[in-house]
């Protein structure tokens, strides 16, 4: 059994940033389970979740220069996840797209089907959400496109965490419900559109 480091987050962090092992591996058992659970709730897959956790923990170490001992790590995290998880999905998307367009078409012609596409998606995405109850659209947006935690969300719209929950799982069946199986594709969708 590992024992806990008594050293605060900005001292772990400045150790880390002088290449101290132990601080690195430190914050990784600190936070390795909430950002696998974070990555889970958006992949749907716990291998990609853990793959898509690892290469942002790499890219802690290759980059622990720059990291600011003054600001919180778990937000650096929870940012960096994202954005991988958003980049996966996108590049996932492209190479769906690529696969069902034939051969002879031109560069143009992939760039247009491509946007038609996005632009169908988006439309039956914006569709389902507007059919939900307001207070579920709200949930929603909080959670996944905003990346509040359910307790965050719960004391925000003065409702209980089990409340928040039922309206992220109805959410989430709205989607499956509808056909679309690429729930990370929304979320990818919502932030595009919301920033």
Known sequence: MRKPNQHNEAELILLLKQGDKSAFEEL?????????TFASSFLFNPLEAEEVVQIVFI???DNRRNLDPSKPFSAYLYRSIKNRMLN?????KKMCDLSDISEEKSFDGLDIEREICLKETTRE???IVSKMPKIQQKVFILSKVDGFSNS???EKLTISTRTVEHHI?????S????NIENYGFILLIFNEILF
Do not use: G
Request: net charge positive.
């Open 28 to 36: 990784y058992h600190r936070h390795i389970d909430r950002m696998l």
């Open 59 to 61: 890219a802690v170490w």
């Open 88 to 92: 996966r999905i996108r590049d996932r």
């Open 125 to 127: 995405a914006l569709a």
């Open 152 to 154: 965050e969300i719960a």
């Open 169 to 173: 799982y109805k959410a989430k069946k």
């Open 175 to 178: 989607f499956k419900v509808n």
